[in-house]
């Protein structure tokens, strides 16, 4: 099954960039979708962007406009650009593989997750 790992976290100021890069060890061309989720000490797990294979994409409201979710299945990569970032975006970032319309989140196939802290 594939494995993910995830990359490009970091520290950066309030209203910096960052870009997450989650690597699969197989191929994402067939996967239903690729998903992002946060979580921030003593909170839950949050989604912030998905994007299925068809290329349509979604996005958390708290993100929408200032991230972008990019695939590329030539790479098997996915990619979370995060412009204007905020404090209320640190977390750990997780990148997720939802392999079929039927799977839920407790068959996720999930990386370990990259930190990205946003100081004001």
């Known amino acids: 099954q594939v494995q993910l790992v995830e990359s490009g976290g970091g520290l950066v100021q309030t209203g910096g960039s960052l870009t997450l890069s989650c690597a699969a060890s197989?191929?994402?061309?067939?996967?239903?979708?690729m998903v992002w989720y946060r979580q921030s000490p003593g909170k839950q797990r949050d989604f912030v962007a998905r994007?299925?294979?068809?290329?349509?994409?979604n996005y958390a409201d708290a993100v929408k406009g200032r991230f972008t979710i990019s695939r590329d299945n030539a790479k098997n990569t996915v990619n979370l650009q995060m412009n204007g970032l905020k404090p209320e975006d640190t977390a750990v970032y997780y990148c997720?593989?939802?392999?079929?319309?039927?799977?839920?989140?407790?068959?996720?196939?999930w990386g370990r997750g990259t930190q990205v802290t946003v100081s004001s």
């Open positions: 197989g191929t994402i061309s067939t996967i239903y979708a």
């Open positions: 997720a593989a939802r392999k079929t319309s039927l799977t839920t989140t407790l068959d996720y196939i």
């Open positions: 994007i299925f294979s068809s290329g349509i994409t």
